[in-house]
């Protein structure tokens, strides 16, 4: 077998390895099915299974109460920038958007598409290096919903805690911190992912809806586009994305091996400060990008003391096989993805790296 490297990439990402073993282990025949997964209608019983589990385990991974319902959709966390406002906000209504990077801004662009945008908060002229204060959100009382997203990944910033939404339903991108610490879902109305960060290979989006947004999709909508055709089939009115689904419910079994949400919270910590205490105590060679009380424990973004350094950097890491280190565009320099699945010795090593780095750059 080849050996694996260490993948920081910002996703799709890096799997649990006892769950990669579990895949290739069963792939050519399930357990009891003598087929594989790639291979069984998403309407049998062995795939049926499969997508009760992995809700199922879902629900008690992060407590989910039972009037939410979780659906597995397709067309990633970009088709929900348009399916939140098509479903939820009222044609001519307004949206709260809380504007953190990317991510938020597309989310927007979507939004407007249907109703009026209100930015409830915003840190761009920042370069989004940190979360707003909750002292400069202004929200709008009348607003269909508050829109946030949880983690940027790009930027590498995220929510310590969810914002004050006024009374407004709270919707979340949490595309890439989902299940990454404890979240109480009850405080918001809706949560939606794509699969690829934290969760599964690529294909899926887990949208977690309360049970009153339902009642707000306007008649008349494409069919596929509404979340109450995938609620009453229990997401299966067209075939679902079989093998993701199979992935991500090896995944929710993982997690709930590793101590569940608490667990995984309290390693993801860990593993975040080891890189920010590097960086801190590096005299300013390294410079996280997040501002402290805004720093991500999911995408960590630094730079070094210039650009001919940074090249250096991920070249040289990338020949230790520390893979996937070069920052977004946007903010340039490094970002080392370190999601759920990401080991702790691979920190270990990235901070051994960064120092001997140092020590001959710096
Ligand atoms: C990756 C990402 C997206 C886009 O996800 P797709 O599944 O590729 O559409 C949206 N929001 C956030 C926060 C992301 O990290």
């Known amino acids: 077998m ?44 062995a795939f049926d299974e499969i997508i009760q589990g992995c809700e199922a385990d879902m629900r008690r991974l992060a407590n ?7 659906l597995f959709l397709q067309g990633g966390a970009s088709l929900q920038f348009s399916m939140v406002p098509m479903n939820i906000l009222p044609v001519g209504g307004k949206a709260d958007y809380i504007l953190t990077g990317s991510w938020s801004k597309k989310a927007v662009k979507e939004a407007q598409k249907v109703g009026t945008v209100q930015i409830a908060g915003s840190t761009e002229s920042e370069n989004f290096s940190r979360i707003p204060e909750a002292s400069e959100i202004r929200i709008d009382p009348d607003s269909a919903y508050l829109h946030f997203t949880t983690n940027n990944t790009i930027f590498g910033t995220e929510w310590e805690k969810e914002p004050e939404s006024a009374g407004l339903p709270l919707v979340a991108d949490a595309s890439s ?33 309360r049970d009153d947004m339902l ?34 419910r090896l995944v929710m079994k993982w997690l709930l091996g590793e101590g569940g949400l608490e667990g995984i919270g309290r390693r993801n910590a860990e593993k975040a400060g080891l890189l920010y ?29 210039s650009e001919d350094l940074e090249k250096r ?3 040289e890491a990338t020949a230790q096989g520390l893979d996937g280190l070069k920052g977004h565009r946007s903010v340039g320099g490094i970002r080392a993805s370190i999601y759920n699945a990401f080991p702790v010795v691979g920190v270990n090593v990235l901070v051994s790296f960064m120092r001997e780095f140092q020590k001959k750059n710096g």
């Not at 989910?64 to 979780?70: D, E, H, M, R």
């Not at 290979?201 to 809806?209: C, L, R, S």
């Open 2 to 45: 080849t050996s694996r490297i260490f993948n920081f990439a910002a996703g799709p990402a890096v799997l649990p390895e006892a769950v990669l073993e579990e895949a290739q282990r069963d792939l050519l025949a399930l357990p009891g099915v003598g087929m594989s997964i790639l291979e069984i209608s998403h309407r049998s019983k």
């Open 277 to 305: 205490d590097a960086m801190d105590g590096s005299g300013g060679f390294f410079r996280p990008h997040a501002r402290p009380g805004s720093r991500s424990k999911m995408n960590v973004t630094f730079r070094l003391p």
């Open 215 to 248: 009642a707000r999709s306007p008649k008349g909508l494409p069919t596929m586009l509404d979340y109450n055709t995938h609620a009453k089939e229990r997401s299966l009115y067209n075939t679902p994305p079989v093998f993701t689904i199979y992935v991500m």
């Open 177 to 209: 911190d989902i299940f990454s610490r404890p979240i109480d879902v009850s405080r918001y109305a809706l949560i939606y992912a794509g699969a690829q960060k934290n969760l599964a290979p690529a294909g899926a989006t887990v949208v977690i809806i």
């Open 313 to 315: 950097f991920v070249a």
């Open 64 to 70: 989910i109460p039972s009037n939410y319902q979780v």
